[in-house]
């Protein structure tokens, strides 16, 4: 018979003195390794709270398994605290990303069928393929810029203006000309709002909601007015797009973007439509951005992989003659290349889940309504379950046995990523162009370590070379 729910292992008695080593430890930004330090202080499970907040921490594939297959029609995860806080406080609706119960569930369903589904994301591919190739043309500008044949930068806001450009595209079927040399003052205003809304999260995640307000911290004040910047830009995009929809009211056959689908479906009510819009687009950019800095410098510093997968880019591209849908049905090695990344570098440093039922982990009782989190950047880099974790080798993953519940880096479940499809189009084409446009080097011997900031970013700027081909 398995072993109760107290004799679990790990400090997790002692709630507030916790948070105060945490602190101490400068554990808002080292969250990632202090994980891997307890898993190897406690083995593959262990309990811990952090303040009020208490969770069972897990890394093994088979206990993510048990944990998502008794995850019910409501999954919830971690609710993180000042994002609730801020809508409660500003009185704005939530999104998907905060909702409950049923209300989350019709939301998300009506959702998953423009964001998720196989029938509409054929219609993403021309509008995230554009921006690509834009990209690309403004890359060759600044290598001719140079005179050397070549461009060397931190490509940090270069790729957050990409990816909000990206997204936009598919939620508004419009271009905000991002990719420009003079961009909107306001786009880079809510581009900016954006990381100072994920850096202002962390010291705050575990002081609930109702606490956050009234402690009116410099930390909360910059949160706040973050998630104001936010929500005003996303609203003026949503506005102008109403504006256009009601005036011409000419219904073309052409695909339009999310939003005037669902204002025509007229499902949801306008609220809502705007809450997931902004949700969305803030989700948007540093998610897709900092994949696409990781995987470029995964692929500077082995050229190998870098060259095979040129191979394959250009082999794809000769066989479906151009037919970019096509190609994208014949790039297994990219798409291993992107799971391979987020095994490395994960966006989110756990994924998490209450437990419906009470179920068994390793052998303990786990009481229903527990908050569970894998740890998948623990898991990503344990040599119990990926060989030579510290290699980035995307083949790995058209090689192994078994990739039961390893490649989690979107979430699993009806609750998964809302935007999966979106941003895997999006670095699938970003990549594709950029393999057959550059060389991509980086200064050798560089060491870049991992900074979190809410979710999970390098600890110094990675600076890329990209080279004409
Ligand atoms: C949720 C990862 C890009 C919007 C999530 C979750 C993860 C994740 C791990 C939690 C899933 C779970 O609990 O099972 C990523 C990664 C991205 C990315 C790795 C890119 C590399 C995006 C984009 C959007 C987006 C581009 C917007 C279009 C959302 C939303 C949720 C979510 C709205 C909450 C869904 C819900 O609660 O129903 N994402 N994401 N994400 N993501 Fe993403
Ligand atoms: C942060 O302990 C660490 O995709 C916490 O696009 C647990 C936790 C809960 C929810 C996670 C969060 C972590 C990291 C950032 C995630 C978020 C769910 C969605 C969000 C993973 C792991 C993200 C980045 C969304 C953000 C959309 C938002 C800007 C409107």
Redesign the pocket.
């Known amino acids: 018979v398995a072993r109760s729910f107290s004799e679990l292992p790990g400090n997790w008695r002692t709630g507030w003195l916790n948070l105060f080593h945490f602190w101490q430890e400068g554990g808002f930004h080292n969250v990632h390794n202090i994980m891997i330090h307890k898993f190897q202080k406690f083995g593959p499970i262990y309990r811990e709270k952090l303040g009020l907040y208490q969770s069972v921490n897990i890394i093994n594939p088979e206990d993510a398994a048990t944990l998502f297959k008794s995850e019910g029609n409501y999954p919830e995860?971690f609710m993180v605290p000042p994002w609730m806080a801020y809508r409660d406080f500003r009185n704005k609706p939530y999104g998907?990303?905060l909702k409950k119960g049923e209300a989350w569930r019709s939301d998300?369903l009506i959702l998953n069928k423009e964001v998720l589904s196989l029938q509409v994301i054929d219609c993403f591919v021309p509008l995230l393929n554009e921006v690509s190739e834009d990209f690309v043309k403004r890359v060759r500008v600044q290598i001719e810029k140079s005179g050397r044949g070549r461009w060397t930068a931190d490509l940090t806001n270069e790729l957050f203006r990409f990816a909000l450009e990206s997204?936009c595209n598919v939620l508004y079927g419009a271009r905000l000309g991002l990719l420009q040399d003079l961009i909107d003052p306001e786009a880079q205003n809510f581009i900016d709002a954006v990381t100072l809304m994920f850096h202002t999260t962390s010291p705050m995640l575990y002081i609930p909601p109702s606490v956050l307000c009234r402690i009116n911290s410099k930390t909360w004040r910059d949160h706040v007015q973050s998630w104001d910047v936010i929500f005003r830009h996303a609203d003026k995009c949503i506005q102008n797009i109403y504006r256009e929809l009601r005036l011409d009211r000419k219904s073309t056959k052409e695909y339009t973007g999310i939003l005037s689908s669902l204002l025509v479906q007229d499902k949801l009510p306008i609220d809502d439509i705007k809450a997931n819009m902004t949700?969305?687009m803030a989700?948007?950019v540093d998610?897709?951005s900092m994949?696409l800095q990781w995987a470029m410098f995964e692929l500077a510093r082995t050229p190998v992989v870098q060259e095979q997968l040129r191979a394959e880019i250009f082999a794809a591209r000769q066989a479906a003659q151009g037919n970019i849908l096509k190609m994208l049905k014949a790039i297994r090695l990219l798409k291993a290349v992107i799971k391979e990344t987020?095994r490395l570098h994960p966006?989110?440093v756990t994924?998490q889940r209450y437990t419906t039922q009470e179920i068994i982990l390793q052998d303990y009782f786990i009481p229903a309504k527990t908050l569970v989190q894998v740890g998948i950047y623990a898991m990503g880099r344990d040599p119990k379950f990926f060989t030579k974790p510290e290699l980035f080798d995307p083949a790995r993953w058209l090689k192994m046995d078994s990739t039961y519940f390893k490649g989690l880096?979107?979430?699993?479940g009806p609750?998964?990523?809302?935007?999966r499809r979106?941003?895997e189009l999006e670095m699938q084409l970003f990549l594709i162009h950029m393999l057959e446009n550059f060389k991509i080097e980086t200064k050798r011997g560089v060491d870049i370590g991992t900074k979190f900031d809410l979710i999970l970013i390098p600890d110094k700027p990675i600076c890329l070379t990209l080279r004409a081909l």
């Open positions: 995860r998907v990303l998300r997204v949700e969305m989700g948007g998610t897709t994949t987020l966006v989110a994924l880096g979107f979430g699993f609750r998964q990523c809302l935007g979106i941003a």
